[in-house]
């Protein structure tokens, strides 16, 4: 998908636009992460026990400081472009938990449990590490925020629409 975005903007695909993308992906710190945290796990050690809860209590501080990033950017009262926002949330709350449910009924073989919880996991609002994602790059962070809030203020109705629904498939 970077790869199609960066090759439209530029005009062309070539071999350095690749290395590009990839470089770019390498420095990705939530792509390094993953790949990290695979890694090891995969390695089956286990961090030493200060470590341990050093990082879990690291942890623990992301959801906080990142909501406290997503209020200053809404505090600004700019909504840059709510209609975006506004579509953005539709098409999260309502096409995608759609979209999921056409292909795990209609496209793919998924056992009727995994469905509703793919279902029900499509239909939860937009994510909060988009704003990080949207703030590290620069591209409409406060557009993202709008859509985080806007979304999830919506997803106390699709939501309990979505799981009332699912929880009737037989």
């Not at 699709?158 to 929880?167: D, E, K, Y």
């Amino acid at each position: 998908i970077v790869l199609i975005i960066v090759a439209s903007k530029d005009k062309k695909l070539d071999i350095f636009l690749i290395y590009r993308v990839i470089i770019g992906l390498l420095k990705n710190p939530m792509i390094v992460s993953i790949v990290c945290g695979l890694l090891w796990s995969a390695s089956g050690w286990s961090l030493p026990e200060p470590v341990n809860d050093f990082v879990v209590m690291l942890g623990s501080a992301a959801t906080p400081g990142a909501l406290f990033a997503i209020g200053a950017s809404l505090a600004q009262k700019s909504s840059e472009r709510f209609e975006i926002a506004a579509w953005l949330s539709f098409c999260k709350l309502v096409l995608h938990p759609l979209a999921i449910c056409i292909a795990v009924f209609y496209v793919f073989d998924v056992d009727l449990y995994a469905a509703t919880v793919m279902i029900a996991a499509a239909s939860l609002p937009v994510a909060g590490n988009i704003f990080m994602v949207a703030h590290h790059y620069n591209v409409a962070p406060k557009r993202a925020s709008t859509a985080i809030f806007l979304s999830t203020v919506l997803s106390i109705f699709t939501v309990s629409f979505t799981i009332a629904w699912v929880s009737t498939l037989n």
